[in-house]
């Protein structure tokens, strides 16, 4: 469905985005990662055809943004960052106006209208001015505004910014319910967003793409993949180190400090390595008390943090 | 294109209304025009049944309101950052412009439309030249589209209504001055002949007087129409520079 290849975008002397290029298909929904001014927003405003890229280009439903810009935005639903609209009208206005304006007319203008407002759960202020509304709200009528249309296509800058956890949580499941048949990208600081609905993720710093993969995908790149962490009753630090640093996969034990009597540790395997059966055979033989014991999968933050940083 | 045009100007114009903007400005276009002609021009004491000392003030009165109507055009949606939706939807520049532009002259025209029990007045108390006052309100509102679509190029610069507004009403005086004596002198001293004629053309002076005298000749109406289409045409080029700034 959106096809990028090699954009790049310069103002002046700055490079914002650095030759980025990715595939999106149906059924997917790639979030976007990345630091403060990495790019995001600058690809996405290329992507709807706001600014034309300084090179490269990308078909977006079998069009090109440089030469068909009209027909790439017919099939596009954008909710740019901040969720910009007009205050000085009211919510069902708006819609309308929208509405019309992307080609729906007639008695179906009006039931389209209802439609969306009981979908972006707005019926209590449909004909309250927009400068009135709460933050949540604006970013829910934007929201609105961008599925109106019911396009192929949704991309959504920082979708969630501003709602409470509740409201986070139906936007979500909203994206979620839509990501099965439409194309939708999504830019976000929220990592936990990620593993709620992205199918894929790329990670974006500096104007490049630094990690292109799913959530699972990224989150074995962190050091911590792997690792167990557990809390043994009655054993001396110095014991445990012995015993499980001698196991063969094991790469570093950390200790993690005591709390209620219990010893806490972190083990970290070789790269690539299961230790987890190997560590509980071990407790099993010695008659430790396990109080707790976890595997970890890995972190995004961290992987966020190793990879922007670099 | 003209179904986009409509939408955008429909909601444009229903924005207007929604906000207190539209009514201080017609509030004051009535009460200036009312002041102008009543107790400075003495449309009573001068005796004659007719609008000349209504319609003179119009071009100075249009310098600093058509600028306060113009100012918000683009400058407020740049700021606010509608201006990402609006230019984002299916539809290309130049109808956003233009759909803005009739928007801002309609409304213009409506407050234009307002200033009726003048008319009425002079039809009560004697017999006017209803083709001079026809002729007038023809003038005056080509004139205002002028100065609108100036204005708009100046909103479209700047993120800032306030710098809109000044750079609209510099930009119109410019406009204004372009055929008075004291500007053309300034150039004459040392620009060639053809641009002391370019610029004293370009002048809105001269065509709103012409029309004024009860005459529409078609070189006053090519001239409005010009100015209108080639700043509306500078203005989308503006906005496609500009627009992301």
Known sequence: ?310 | MLRHISSVAKRELKGYFNSPVAYIFIFFFLVLCGFFTFNVSKFYEAGQADLRGFFIWHPWLYLFLVPAVGMRLWAEERRSGTIEILLTLPLTVGEAVVGKFIAAWAFIGIALALTFPLVLTVAYLGQPDYGAIITGYLGSFLMAGAYLAVSGVMSATTRSQVIGFILAVVACLFFVLAGWAPVTDALVKWAPGWLVTLVSGLSFMPHYESIQRGVIDSRDLIYYASMIGFMLFLNSAVLNNRKAS
């Open chain 1, 1 to 310: 469905m959106i096809t990028v290849q090699n954009l790049v975008k310069r103002f002046g002397a700055r490079t914002a985005v650095n030759g980025v290029s990715f595939d999106v298909g149906a059924g997917e929904v790639l979030g976007f990662l990345g630091p403060n001014g990495a790019g995001k927003s600058t690809t996405m405003r290329m992507l709807t055809c706001f600014i034309p890229p300084t090179e490269g280009t990308a078909t977006v439903h079998g069009f090109d943004i440089v030469q068909q810009p009209v027909q790439v935005r017919q099939h596009i639903g954008y909710l740019p960052e901040n969720a910009p609209v007009y205050h000085d009208m009211s919510v069902a206005g708006y819609l309308r106006f929208m509405a019309e304006i992307r080609g729906v007319r007639g008695p179906r203008l009006q039931a389209r209208v209802d439609e969306i407002i009981e979908t972006c759960y707005l019926k209590g202020v449909r004909n309250q001015s927009i400068g009135t509304l709460s933050k949540g709200y604006k970013q829910r009528v934007c929201f609105a505004q961008a599925i109106l249309h019911d396009p192929p296509i949704l991309i959504l800058d920082e979708p969630t910014d501003g709602l409470d956890p509740n409201q986070k949580y139906e936007v979500r499941q909203l994206i979620k319910r839509m990501g099965e048949r439409k194309c939708i990208i999504l830019s976000t600081h929220i990592l936990e967003e990620v593993d709620a609905v992205c199918t894929r993720a790329i990670i974006i710093a500096k104007g490049k793409i630094v990690a292109n993969g799913t959530p699972a995908e990224l989150r074995a790149r962190s050091s911590l993949h792997g690792a167990v962490t557990m809390a043994v009753r009655g054993i001396t630090e110095k014991d445990a180190m012995g015993v499980l640093g001698g196991l063969p996969n094991v790469y570093h034990v950390k200790p993690l400090g005591e709390s209620n009597g219990c010893l806490q540790l972190r083990v970290l395997p070789k790269a690539g390595a299961q230790i987890a059966y190997s560590i509980s055979a071990v407790a099993r033989e010695r008659k430790w008390a396990v109080e707790e014991f976890h595997v970890e999968q890995g972190r995004l933050d961290e992987v966020f943090r190793t990879i922007t940083n670099e």
